[in-house]
Antibody
């Protein structure tokens, strides 16, 4: 079955960097686009970034553009999020999710369990 | 910052019908299909409705979705205690070139 497992979260000081990983299994990883979505404590869901199945295109939310980089290694079935110049407002649970195009519908169908990033001095 | 607007809360007694609205614009709901997610505290969101009104395998048929113009709705018929959760609408946003989520609605079963 489809599994997405995030790792790499933790406590980091403002201005520092962190890299998140999302290990995928149970499906052909190179066949789907992938996303990062975050949720600040007590808040709603916020889309962060996505990457095409072949890694050729990436899109970012304005709140992270220029600081975060999404990438993937299809040979390792792994998605990454490199987060630089972290700010307190980046504190959140970060989820990776798989996207699907089906009969003109576009949606995120499977999500990982999330990894918590806390930016604090 | 969410571009899809939902009411912050909704409630009903067991067995009642509850609806949640989701208001967007021509660059998201108006031109793209709408999805709904259910989230319990401390857990990841789960896909509830996709393509405006399609239910993934395993989702009870008491959940239904609809879309009209730049708005969408999620309906829960025969509300059950286990439906108490947060619900989010979502769609691709052309103007933002990203996936946009609603502000979220907390459903309480009285």
């Amino acid at each position: 079955q489809v599994q997405l497992v995030e790792s790499g979260g933790g406590v980091v000081q403002p201005g520092r960097s962190l890299r998140l990983s999302c290990a995928a299994s149970g499906f052909t990883f190179s066949g789907n686009g992938m996303h990062w979505v975050r949720q600040a404590p007590g808040k709603g869901l916020e889309w962060v970034a996505d990457i095409w199945n072949d890694g050729s295109k990436q899109y970012y939310a304005d709140s992270v553009k220029g600081r975060f980089t999404i990438s993937r290694d299809n040979s390792k079935n792994t998605l990454y999020l490199q987060m630089n110049s972290l700010r307190a407002e980046d504190t959140a649970v970060y989820y990776c999710a798989r996207d699907v195009w089906h009969n003109s519908a576009y949606y995120l169908d499977y999500w990982g369990q999330g990894t918590l990033v806390t930016v604090s001095s | 910052q969410s571009v899809l607007t939902q009411p912050p809360s909704a409630s009903g007694t067991p067995g009642q019908w509850v609806t949640i609205s989701c208001s967007g614009s021509s660059s998201n709901i108006g031109s793209k299909t709408v999805n709904w997610y259910q989230q319990f505290p401390g857990t990841a969101p789960k896909l509830l409705i996709y393509g405006n009104n399609q239910r993934p395998s395993g989702v009870p048929d008491r959940f239904s979705g609809s879309k009209s113009g730049t708005s969408a709705s999620l309906a829960i018929s025969g509300l059950q205690s286990e439906d108490e959760a947060d619900y989010y609408c979502a769609a691709w946003g052309d103007s933002l070139n990203g996936y946009v989520f609603g502000t979220g609605t907390k459903v309480t079963v009285l």
